[in-house]
Each structure stands twice: as structure tokens, then as C-alpha cells.
């Protein structure tokens, strides 16, 4: 059975820095689709990063710069460091996987956590 549990997200100020985990159970993470995506209250989701089997990385614009994705195979857990954070970074964040061919829409991955709250105040 896969689980992915989230943690690492809390309510800071405007520039400041969280580190999101999620930890993996009932799969491999070097063989997934790995990522992030983010919804904020009556938002649609937004994909954050993910990375590939592979190893390579996408990060959408918006956070370009001050987000990065990572993966540690020996501990199975998946991290999104996050810098300079800004208001409108505010949402539920949630780590996804799949194992497919082809990488696409995180939020379109077939296993998710439930979630971790980032706050950010101005």
C-alpha cells in the first residue's frame, strides 16, 4: 500500500524559509514520478516541481528561484526547500507519485499525501 505522509508546514513571515518533507511507504521513490503542487482556498491546483526518475527537476515560474525540489533515495523522502517566501505562496501543499512512462500534471498523480499547511504573513 503507498502512503505518502507531508510535514514540515507552518505559518511564517513574508522571506522567511520552510523545508516540506514527505515520506514514502509501498514504493521506491527513484522509480517515480515525484512532486509537489500547492491549492489555496477556491483555487485551482497549481503544480510547485517535480523530479523524474531520473533525476531532472522542473519548478513552475512562480517559485523559480527561490524553490527547489529534492529527493533522498536511502531515506525514501521527498523535500521542496523553500525560500523567500511570499504571501501568495499561502496554500494546503501536497507531494505526489506515480509510476509512468511520462512525468505530466503532478496534481494528476495517482498517489498523494494529505497535505501540509504553509502560511505566509505579510
Known amino acids: 500500500q503507498v502512503q505518502l505522509v507531508e510535514s514540515g508546514g507552518d505559518s511564517v513571515q513574508s522571506g522567511g524559509s520552510l523545508r516540506l518533507s514527505c515520506a514514502a511507504s509501498g514504493v521506491t521513490i527513484s522509480n517515480y514520478c515525484l512532486g509537489w503542487f500547492r491549492q489555496a482556498p477556491e483555487k485551482e491546483p497549481e503544480d510547485v516541481a517535480q523530479?523524474?526518475?531520473?533525476?531532472?527537476?522542473i519548478v513552475t515560474a512562480s517559485v523559480k528561484g527561490r524553490f527547489t525540489i529534492s529527493r533522498d533515495n536511502a531515506k525514501n523522502t521527498l523535500f521542496l526547500q523553500m525560500n523567500s517566501l511570499k504571501p501568495e505562496d499561502t496554500a494546503m501543499y501536497y507531494c505526489?507519485?506515480?509510476?509512468?512512462?511520462?512525468?505530466?500534471?503532478?496534481?494528476?498523480?495517482?498517489?498523494r499525501g494529505q497535505g501540509t499547511q504553509v502560511t505566509v504573513s505579510s
Open positions: 523530479i523524474d526518475p531520473d533525476g531532472s527537476t
Open positions: 505526489a507519485a506515480d509510476h509512468a512512462n511520462y512525468c505530466a500534471e503532478v496534481y494528476e498523480y495517482k498517489y
